[in-house]
């Protein structure tokens, strides 16, 4: 069964940092792009970041870009998200998702829970 | 302001059926594959339809997609109660180069 689990929500102070963790497990790791997604309370789906298989790909939102970072471990089957100069906008859920057999380009098939980060002065 | 656009809401009665929009352009949904969730309250997206009009294992097939030119649609035959929920549009965007999402539509089962 694929599971993803994201960690590393919490509340921050604006301007601050944080990390966020998917781990990955029932499928292949290295064979899937993976991205981000978030999703502000009340609002719509915006998506964040995604990355190739081998990490070597990087896509990223321009309300991102230049402070949020995308990274991904093949031999801990985990995807990561360093946040950085974090602004009370980016308060949200943040998902991650698996993208499907087509890569970068493809839908997501499998999303976790979420995890929640909140901006704050 | 969502790259692609959908309607808000939509709104139907059980056994109706229903169609939801999303109009991109030629350098989203014109050159790429359609995707659809759906999204129920406090849960995480669900995919429903993937590379414009398949679905995959478990959707009903009360749930079909199609694609003309630059926009996408979805269709809910026999609506049912539990089919309440939002439903968002995707496309992979080759300007942008990136992933941009409908504003969602919130449908209603009167």
């Known amino acids: 069964e694929v599971q993803l689990l994201e960690s590393g929500g919490g509340l921050v102070q604006t301007g601050g940092s944080l990390r966020l963790a998917c781990a990955a497990s029932g499928f292949t790791f290295n064979f899937y792009a993976m991205r981000w997604v978030r999703q502000a309370p009340g609002k719509g789906l915006e998506w964040v970041s995604s990355i190739s298989t081998s990490g070597a790909g990087t896509h990223y939102a321009d309300s991102v870009k230049g402070r949020f970072t995308i990274s991904r471990d093949n031999s801990k089957n985990t995807m990561y998200l360093q946040m950085n100069s974090l602004r009370a906008e980016d308060t949200a859920v943040y998902f991650c998702?698996?993208?499907?057999?087509?890569?970068?380009?493809?839908?997501?098939?499998?999303w976790g829970q979420g995890t929640l980060v909140t901006v704050s002065s | 302001q969502s790259v692609l656009t959908q309607p808000p809401s939509a709104s139907g009665t059980p056994g109706q059926n229903i169609t939801i929009s999303c109009s991109g352009s030629n350098s989203n949904i014109g050159p790429n594959y359609a995707y659809w969730y759906q999204q129920l309250p406090g849960t995480a997206p669900k995919l429903l339809i993937y590379r414009n009009n398949q679905r995959p294992s478990g959707v009903p097939d009360r749930f079909s997609g199609s694609k003309s030119g630059t926009s996408a649609s979805l269709a809910i035959s026999g609506l049912r109660s539990e089919d309440e929920a939002t439903y968002y549009c995707?496309?992979?965007?080759?300007?942008?180069?990136?992933?941009?999402f409908g504003g969602g539509t919130k449908l209603t089962v009167l």
């Open positions: 995707e496309a992979w965007d080759n300007s942008l180069t990136g992933v941009v």
């Open positions: 998702a698996r993208n499907g057999d087509l890569g970068i380009i493809e839908g997501a098939d499998y």
